[in-house]
């Protein structure tokens, strides 16, 4: 029994680090499914809307059960929020990196900031003003500080007489208008100053 009792804790042993070989393929395969869930459930949001999307769609182009999408996300409105909250968090982290010497400058790093996002994380920016910064939900402080830091950039360019409109106003029509350009200007190949001349045409008093 002694024996018997001893071998069974050694096969215990053993194969105690073969399991701890095996987890991190387990996550990598995860991570890779989930990786995957994401890019195909991204263009089909964009290309039919949220509406039509089927996750279990999703799942068959993503050649994964749909038990396992389940197992990553519980809706559509999930995986929705999951694509948008790190590229608010990123648009975020990048207008607080720029510094500006002049208001007008402020205006033209903001610009900047949000040409570079539109080339990384276009869809998901599409996405954003189509579904969340009008009904933000729990990505609502996400969004207020998209804001805030917009007012930040376009609040001395009011004090200096410069703005066509009322700070509030000017920061919605940016957001919105600014997203909508990029995606209308993406295949020109003077896209970066026809955007720049648009939004500064917009929120800009002439002269």
Do not use: C
Not at 46 to 56: K, P, S, Y
Not at 78 to 98: D, F, G, N, S, Y
Request: hydrophobic share 40%.
């Amino acid at each position: 029994m002694e024996k018997g009792t001893k071998t069974t804790e050694k096969k215990g042993a053993a194969g105690e680090p073969r399991m701890k070989r095996r987890l991190p393929r387990v996550e990598r395969r995860r991570e890779r499914a989930r990786k995957r869930i994401l890019e195909i459930a991204t263009e089909r949001f964009v290309d039919v809307g949220l509406d039509r999307v089927r996750l279990e769609d999703v799942a068959d182009e993503a050649d994964i059960s749909r038990a396992t999408l389940y197992s990553h996300f519980a809706s559509k409105e999930e995986i929705l929020r999951e694509v948008i909250r790190p590229v608010l968090e990123e648009l975020i982290k990048a207008m607080k990196e720029k510094k500006a010497g002049t208001a007008q400058q402020g205006l033209d790093n903001l610009i900047e900031v949000y040409t570079a996002m539109w080339d990384d994380n276009g869809d998901a920016l599409t996405l954003a003003l189509r579904y969340i910064l009008h009904d933000p939900g729990d990505l609502a402080e996400l969004v207020s500080k998209i804001q805030s830091q917009t007012d930040s950039v376009l609040r001395p360019l009011n004090s200096d007489g410069l703005l066509r409109m009322k700070t509030d106003l000017a920061r919605n029509a940016f957001i919105q208008t600014a997203i909508v350009l990029l995606d209308v200007l993406k295949n020109e190949s003077n896209r970066e100053a026809l955007f720049r001349e648009s939004i500064r045409a917009l929120v800009l008093k002439k002269g």
